[in-house]
Nanobody
Framework: QVQLVESGGGLVQAGGSLRLSCAASGNIFKINTMGWYRQAPGKQSDLVAEITSGGYANYLDSMKVRFTISRDNAKNTVYLQINSLKPEDTAVYYC??????????????WGQGTQVTVSS
């Protein structure tokens, strides 16, 4: 079994910052790309950013300025730093990871989501 557990969401005022964390645990041999998606109320889920095991990061163009993705491979953890938060950043943020277990095929896992609410 593999679990992705997000943390760090909450209620924050516009202009503030948050750091989201997502830790993977369980039957893990290797983790490839890890990423963050978000889904605002009434909207589809969008990729925010993703990062390879080698540290190469890819962002949705509109996210490049205020969002920073990073990872700690030793801790099987990916982070998302969000600065200068805006009300339109309000969404549920989901962690995603491609994980190779010790036995079996690589699979795309999702966390349960963490709510970020930005007040104006």
């Amino acid at each position: 079994q593999v679990q992705l557990v997000e943390s760090g969401g909450g209620l924050v005022q516009a202009g503030g910052s948050l750091r989201l964390s997502c830790a993977a645990s369980g039957n893990i041999f290797k983790i490839n790309t890890m990423g963050w998606y978000r889904q605002a109320p009434g909207k589809q889920s969008d990729l925010v950013a993703e990062i390879t095991s080698g540290g190469y990061a890819n962002y949705l163009d509109s996210m490049k300025v205020r969002f920073t993705i990073s990872r700690d491979n030793a801790k099987n953890t990916v982070y998302l730093q969000i600065n200068s938060l805006k009300p339109e950043d309000t969404a549920v943020y989901y962690c995603n990871a491609f994980i190779q277990p010790f036995t079996g095929n690589m699979y795309n896992y999702w966390g349960q989501g963490t709510q970020v609410t930005v007040s104006s």
